[in-house]
Nanobody
């Protein structure tokens, strides 16, 4: 089992920044690729970003590329999502997820096996 707990969400004005954190516990964290997803009201969950198990490789959705940065600290069993230049359309519940060992930065949610409870991000215009 892997337990994931997100934090850092909140209310911010458009153009502002937030940094989300996802703390992992349980089974070994470092062999797993990690991802961030989000779900806005009335919309399907969508991929935001992913990072390889060592942190050397990352992948982003086109909608956040250049504004968001995913990173990880394996010594702290934590993955981060730095969000800059936030827009109202970034408003959503953000979830972190871990992939099974050996899976390389999947972008489909069904390829992740553990999920956090989510943290709300609201961007006002």
């Amino acid at each position: 089992q892997v337990q994931l707990v997100e934090s850092g969400g909140g209310l911010v004005q458009a153009g502002g920044s937030l940094r989300l954190s996802c703390a992992a516990s349980g089974r070994t964290f470092s062999p797993r690729a990690m991802g961030w997803f989000r779900q806005a009201p009335g919309k399907e969950r969508e991929f935001v970003a992913a990072i390889s198990r060592g942190g050397a490789s990352t992948n982003y959705a086109d909608s956040v590329k250049g504004r968001f940065t995913i990173s990880r600290d394996n010594a702290k069993n934590t993955v981060y999502l730095q969000m800059n230049s936030l827009k109202p359309e970034d408003t959503a519940v953000y979830y972190c997820a871990s992939a099974p060992p050996g899976m390389y930065m999947p972008i489909l949610g069904i390829n992740y096996d553990y999920w956090g409870q989510g943290t709300q991000v609201t961007v006002s215009s």
